[in-house]
């Protein structure tokens, strides 16, 4: 058969576990399978020379089409000024330096996490470039937008793939010619695997074209999304294009499903699946299978290019365990994917896996993507590393309570542990006990503190929005990470969702909780903070405020989430195997205080030069006032500057309009800063250090802005 895992997923870190431990499972019970990594595959051929140009063309025909319309409806418009944006875009971001953007991030062991910034920064440029046909459509390295992100109704979703307008994959799939490719390993059996909601859309899109090819095989869904869509799985429609789904581990249901499509046996007894029976009825079967961990073998990457992600060394991801040993915090739906069983794989097993992993692949970075692991275990993995002496890197996610002292992280530190992620989640008690984390504020820094003092980055999340956090609450989370910014290296920053299965989704009216539309109907696997409303607490406004007061807040520090978004984790994993954090850290510092500097002093001399008058300025620019509807579904104001002599185009937002209102060849610009400042009620500064690249920017295009 062949495993297929999906696009779209990050091409920054490393492959799936999913396809390669099915691969091995099924191959030790005698049955060969092929697995395809079509995410990374996508990506690559995202940033090809050829597809670039095809891009390119597609840009051009369509902004001649647009342009010979006599009118434009309101989406034709906003689509015409991203086509514009891309077509500015394609003058800088050539395939010439996409290529080159590349080759920095696979050497970024001997380059600087500022030239991997740079280059990641025009690889999203250039997905920018290609998400513009597709409007409103958003390819992102981390998600792929559509109109339908926050209603993904069946309905929705089977209008979306196929709509050869704002669907890439239809555009893509074909110029490749996917289907067939995917088609010609499969032997009649294909299981796609899907890790997010963001692969929906483009795993029925290519699942739908492989049945028009051979309506005969046999198209199988799994993967952990699956569990959280709920009734949707009960609609006949979705098994026009596929045949089952797989809920839960996929192990032993997929060996028993090919098993059984080869003796032509019923699907009654497979277990964890969704099946339409051949009276067309909808079946769940009745068995449920649970995997023993100690019994299944070391995943298999063959067939994968392991070279193929945006990083410069090869990591791969492995499981110690499977399930959560607390299991109860109540945003966390994880119990719909492995249930409420925790099962450890046995120590010896995984240093084994490692071992294996290490010598037959080439492997030094690993990611152990367990839900969290306990000090007692990470103690007996890091001496067991220790003793087997694998020069090797590795990563993991820890609750921050007691055991973690600092002679632990010291030995994990030996043992090749850089990186440890821990869920904060709040600096206010009051809200880790409602969440049922299990922790204390007190627990968690001390041990953030000693994992840094052994050399170990720290990675520390938090939310914000938890039904009945008030703003005094966020405020104090606020005020933990930057008390304690010291020992904090980074701190990536979430808002609260309702995640299908988890304790805030089964207890709505318990946590004060409305969810907006039919959230049994839905295909996707959780709420954003814009999709419900919360009796009690902050509301949605007031959440994204604390959101970006906490941002703003971090800025003045050398965290690395803080100052290098768009560098993925991975990178950041690989460069701290080359060097300590203390050095890595140094040498951010210094850079970052150069930087910094020379900016205040561009800042300083740009503030008391002059604006001059946009319009007057430019007697070929289009200066008008729109509306666009973001994907927050909020109205949001917009000002689009077109220069039609340059074919160069900028579209800037609410404040921006404000400030280039004010460039009337009197006011200086500190001036300006100063009005804005009284406006919104912004200090000066603030204003002038988030201006100051835009204006950059534009003194560099010399076609929207100058001053003297």
Known sequence: MELVFSPLWTPAEAVCLSTPSLKAFLEEKGYKAHQTDLNIQIWNSIYSKEYMEHVSNRIDRELNELSRQLSLDRLESEKYSALLTARTLLNTTTSDVIEEARRTIEGGKKGSLFDIKRATEILGKAACIVSSVYYPTKIRFDSYLTRYYYDHSLINLMSAIENEKENFFIDIYQFYDIPRRILEKSDGVIGFSLGGSDQLIPSLTLANFIKKIDPNVFIVFGGPVLPYMGKSLEIPTLFQIVDAFVLGEGETPLYCLVDSLESNRSLEEVPNLVFRDSSGAIRKSETHSVEDVNGLPTPSFKDLDLDAYFNSARIVPLLTSRGCYWNRCAFCSLCSTYGSKYRERDIDLVVEDIRRLHLDYNVTYFLLNDESISAHRLY????????????????????????????????????????????????????????????????????????????????????????????????????????????????????????????????????????????????????????????????????????????????EYPLYISNFKGVSVGNMFVFLGNRTRDEFVDIFVRRNIEERKHIKEEIRILAQKKGEAVISLLPDVVYDQVRVSDHDKKEVAQCIITNTKAYSFASIRGIFKDFLDLCDTQRTLDTIFTQLGEKYCVPKDRFMDNFFPVIKQLLRNGSFFTVH
Not at 385 to 410: C, Q, T
Not at 456 to 478: C, H, K, L, Q
Not at 494 to 501: L, P, T, V
């Open 380 to 555: 007996l993995l890091s001496d067991a590393l220790l003793e087997e002496d694998l020069r090797i890197y590795w990563r993991a996610l820890v609750r921050p309570e007691k055991g973690f002292s600092r002679n632990f992280f010291e030995k994990a530190y030996r043992a090749g542990c850089r990186i440890i992620h821990m869920g904060l989640e709040s600096g206010s008690q009051r809200v880790l006990d409602l969440m049922e984390k299990g922790t204390k504020v007190t627990t968690a820094i001390q041990t953030i503190r000693n994992a840094h003092d052994a050399g170990v980055w720290t990675n520390v999340y938090v939310i914000f929005g938890f039904p009945s956090e008030t703003t005094e609450d966020a405020r104090m989370t606020t005020e933990v990470i930057v008390r304690h910014r010291d020992v904090i290296d980074s701190n990536p920053v979430s808002i609260c969702r309702i995640e299908y299965g988890s304790k805030l989704y089964l207890h709505r009216e318990k946590y004060g909780i409305r969810l907006h539309g039919d959230h049994d109907y839905n295909l996707i696997y959780c709420r954003e903070h814009n999709e419900y409303d919360v009796v009690g607490g902050m509301s949605n406004e007031e959440v994204l405020k604390a959101r970006d007061f906490h941002d703003q807040s971090i800025m």
